[in-house]
T-cell receptor, first 112, second 115 residues
């Protein structure tokens, strides 16, 4: 079966750095995605990793270790607008056509 | 830029009623998906389609039906609504040529309550 784990909730202070972890156990692996979802809105794409290492995009970075089944999303210089749920999703099989499996999401609250 | 459009945004159904959730995309994407999202439960795949005329079951297909007669449209049908189908439904689309980086774009969602 497919299993994706991420913390349910996190709280961080404006201007700080926060790391949201995601661990996965899937049959095959062909990419890991992070999506951001503000309350009452649709998910939007943040980042994609398929090889080990760090992908940086502005204030957001995502890291992948395939051997450990582990990823994290790093958010720097937190802003109030970063308060949202962050969804980790994995393409489980060795095909670009396989649908994603989503984790339950991590609700991040940024406080002043 | 319309992207993925879902209608209606909100709907209340009585138990046993039927309805169709509409989804259309104008990005010429070959892949389309339907998800449901319950509080604290993440996104669960209901059905997906890899192209016109082709549909496949996802993780939670029971109680739903889909069709894909055109590239643009992917309606989701609830035949006999049950309280367990109260949820937020998201439609998504993506373009894939077998590449792994197959980014999904989501519609704004349909909030459905079955009472």
């Amino acid at each position: 079966g497919q299993n994706i784990d991420q913390p349910t909730e996190m709280t961080a202070t404006e201007g700080a750095i926060v790391q949201i972890n995601c661990t996965y156990q899937t049959s095959g692996f062909n990419g890991l995605f992070w999506y951001q979802q503000h309350a009452g809105e649709a998910p939007t794409f943040l980042s994609y990793n398929v090889l080990d290492g760090l992908e940086e995009k502005g204030r957001f970075s995502s890291f992948l270790s395939r051997s450990k089944g582990y990823s994290y999303l790093l958010l720097k210089e937190l802003q109030m607008k970063d308060s949202a749920s962050y969804l980790c999703a994995v393409r489980a099989a060795n095909s670009g056509n396989t649908p994603l499996v989503f984790g339950k999401g991590t609700r991040l609250s940024v406080i002043a | 830029n319309a992207g993925v459009t879902q209608t209606p945004k909100f709907r209340i159904l009585k138990i046993g009623q039927s309805m169709t959730l509409q989804c259309t995309q104008d990005m010429n994407h070959n892949y389309m998906y339907w998800y449901r999202q319950d509080p604290g439960m993440g996104l669960k795949l209901i059905y997906y389609s890899v192209g016109a005329g082709i549909t496949d079951k996802g993780e939670v297909p029971n109680g739903y039906n889909v069709s894909r007669s055109t590239t643009e449209d992917f309606p989701l049908r609830l035949e006999l609504a049950a309280p367990s189908q109260t949820s937020v439904y998201f439609c998504a689309s993506s373009y894939s040529e077998g590449a792994a980086k197959n980014i999904q774009y989501f519609g704004a969602g349909t909030r459905l309550s079955v009472l």
